[in-house]
């Protein structure tokens, strides 16, 4: 299926569409959410939940959660059917204008060997601050720890962050 990106259409993610996500999940992670994953992360309040859906096809999807000013990208995805056409872009280019006034700054984890996020992720001008050694299981690997300031300087989120602790 070619996918025209003008027709994708962005909605809170709701239990009814947890089916289809979990399907996507199992394709294509190794150690994927559970169902009770998700349902835990559509019961909290700092959630930002959204489905990806191409006319009646739910395509991907993004979770992430807010703590404080920071914006902690957890899930997202593509189904493998629909990748390679734009629609990853797509969905971090919504993510990143509903969070503009809401966020200073995205952080994630990205597996090292993830070459298709990571290149992603850099076209987004995220940056990769750390590696969180041996972070994920089922394989075993590191975590790039990656960053995107949305408003400001990457320092200037720092000596915030470091101002709010004090
Ligand atoms: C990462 C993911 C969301 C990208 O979605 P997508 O719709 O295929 O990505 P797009 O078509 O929008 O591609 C945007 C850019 O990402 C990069 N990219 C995407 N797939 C890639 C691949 N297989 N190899 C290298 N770069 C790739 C490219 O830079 C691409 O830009 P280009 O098309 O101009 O070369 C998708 O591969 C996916 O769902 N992967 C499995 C789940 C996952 O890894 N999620 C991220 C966890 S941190």
Redesign the pocket.
């Known amino acids: 299926m070619v996918v025209k990106l003008d027709s994708l259409m962005f909605y809170s993610m709701q239990v009814c569409h947890l089916e289809s996500v979990v399907e996507?999940e199992q394709l294509?992670?190794s150690n994927p959410w559970t169902k009770r994953d998700f349902e835990f992360a559509l019961k909290r309040d700092n959630a930002y939940c959204r489905v990806v859906f191409v006319g009646e096809l739910l395509v991907?999807y993004v979770i992430g959660f807010f703590i404080k000013k920071e914006f902690h990208?957890a899930?997202?995805?593509?189904?493998?059917n629909?990748?390679?056409?734009?629609?990853?872009?797509?969905?971090?280019e919504v993510l990143v204008g509903d969070l503009s006034t809401l966020a200073h700054v995205i952080s994630?984890?990205?597996?090292m060997s993830?070459?298709?996020?990571?290149?992603?992720?850099?076209?987004f001008a995220f940056q990769t601050m750390a590696i969180r050694k041996d972070y994920y299981t089922q394989p075993q690997e590191d975590a790039l720890v990656m960053l995107k300031p949305l408003q400001g300087k990457l320092s200037d989120w720092v000596t915030e962050a470091l101002a709010g602790l004090s």
Do not use: C, W
């Open positions: 996507i294509v992670f991907g990208l899930d997202f995805s593509i189904h493998p629909q990748q390679r056409q734009g629609l990853g872009r797509r969905t971090l994630l984890e990205v597996r993830n070459v298709a996020a990571i290149e992603l992720y850099k076209q």
